[in-house]
């Protein structure tokens, strides 16, 4: 794990790159990585890849951030990335794979209250992708406008929500 951080760290290729997070992402799906790859500074080396100007290398990304955000401690630093996943999803191609990506892991983060604020600029982009998406789009805007309706504090930012 420590040899693919450095890896993503010391390249540029792109073809490197997403294969490192795709063996990291697919690592992160055993508890015990999620803490080493944390305790390494996987994440915010993972996080910087989100400002990647190459669409499959940030999406890689988010699904690696999306498997290290079912541990609490790796909630607490990704947080820190959500506005840029809400930017990557408002400004990512209307269902492609990187917004699908994204809807993931603002899913995954708005599972407890803590994160929500950082979502209330999107809300409207997540009411619009709700009536322009796929169904699969639909499916995983639903999820998350499920996680935020769930938050009474949310309620004024969701009904007054311009669309």
Do not use: W
């Not at 040899?3 to 294969?19: F, M, R, V």
């Not at 795709?22 to 910087?48: C, E, K, M, P, Y």
Request: hydrophobic share 40%; proline share 3%; with cysteine.
């Amino acid at each position: 794990l420590q040899k693919l951080i450095h890896l993503l760290q010391a390249t540029d290729d792109p073809l490197i790159q997403e294969q490192a997070l795709i063996t990291l992402s697919n690592s992160a799906a055993f508890s015990v990585n999620q803490d080493i790859i944390r305790n390494l500074d996987g994440l915010s080396v993972i996080g910087g890849m989100l400002s990647d100007c190459i669409p499959k290398v940030k999406e890689k990304a988010l699904n690696a951030l999306n498997n290290l955000s079912m541990n609490i401690k790796n909630q607490e630093k990704i947080q820190v990335y959500i506005q840029q996943v809400c930017r990557n999803v408002e400004s990512a191609p209307l269902n492609s794979d990187l917004q699908l990506a994204g809807l993931r892991l603002l899913t995954n983060m708005s599972v407890t209250n803590d994160y929500h604020q950082k979502m209330i600029n999107s809300i409207p982009c997540f009411l619009h992708l709700l009536s322009e998406g796929t169904e699969r789009t639909q499916i995983q805007v639903l999820k998350v406008l499920v996680n935020l309706s769930a938050n009474p504090a949310m309620t004024r930012h969701l009904l007054r929500a311009q669309v």
